[in-house]
């Protein structure tokens, strides 16, 4: 799991128009209405589902090229096949197909904001594949079908799989990077800054069209529509992990180092 300390692309129009598919079946045992979204870079194919007025995938990118590189948990292939890649931020900002964008902050917000903050992650969890002896299963009400990937760090792979998931977001703040975290006891998605130092390697998912907002350093810190209890907490593998006494944190506040 993500350890923390307190101190803390737009792609333009594709070619090839994504072809529609009314209730494509996710990796869940529910169904939803969504459509396929084609990589014309080495012709994978997709699930994208519509939440509120964004598309994005319905799995993780799995994608590798003279231009991208990512890693597969535990070096096992097979994990790419189910879980998809693992990125850097660098080669995570090239991963996205043409026609699709790594999401800024702002656009993940919403996403959160949509879906309901308390129980953002149980919701967007796939409903299969989450291993929780805590009670917060995924229900995925809206077919986003989050699997848990696990992550990288520079002290080698995360937790074993079944357990977690980070994802990466477009927008940095002085030198650290977005992203969001899902999993052990936290049923709602846990917004952090991260090092780059420390050699993450994260999941992604598109979404659809061009960026609406600047994923620079000018993203907010925080947001009091979110909950997320490490919205000014910077996450490093040098100590220990998710405390509980962040739950007494207002998200409305940031916080600072």
Request: proline residues 3%; hydrophobic residues 25%.
């Amino acid at each position: 799991t993500p350890k923390s300390s307190s101190s803390s692309t737009s792609g333009s129009s594709s070619s090839k128009t994504p072809e529609s598919s009314s209730s494509v079946k996710s990796s869940s045992s529910k169904t939803h209405d969504s459509k396929a979204f084609v990589d014309s870079r080495d012709g994978k194919t997709y699930r994208m589902v519509t939440i509120g007025s964004q598309t994005w995938f319905a799995e993780n990118v799995n994608y590798k090229g003279d231009d991208v590189t990512g890693y597969c948990h535990s070096g096992k292939p097979e994990n790419c096949d189910k879980y998809g890649s693992l990125y850097d931020w660098d080669n995570a900002k090239k991963a996205c197909p043409s026609g699709t964008h790594l999401p800024t902050i702002e656009e993940l917000r919403e996403l959160l904001h949509f879906v309901g903050e308390d129980s953002s992650a149980v919701v967007l969890m796939a409903d299969t594949g989450w291993t929780r002896d805590d009670g917060y299963l995924g229900t995925d009400k809206y077919g986003f079908a989050m699997l848990p990937g696990s992550y990288k760090a520079s002290g080698g792979y995360g937790s074993s799989l079944g357990w977690c998931t980070n994802m990466w977001t477009a927008s940095d703040s002085a030198g650290l990077v977005y992203a969001v975290y899902l999993g052990w006891n936290l049923p709602y998605a846990s917004i952090g800054l991260y090092d780059l130092a420390e050699g993450w390697g994260m999941a992604v998912r598109c979404i659809e069209g061009e960026a609406k907002l600047s994923s620079s350093s000018s993203a907010k810190s925080s947001s009091s529509s979110i909950k997320s209890s490490s919205s000014s907490q910077v996450y490093s593998s040098s100590s220990t992990g998710v405390k509980s006494s962040w739950k007494f944190l207002n998200s409305a506040i940031s916080y600072g180092e």
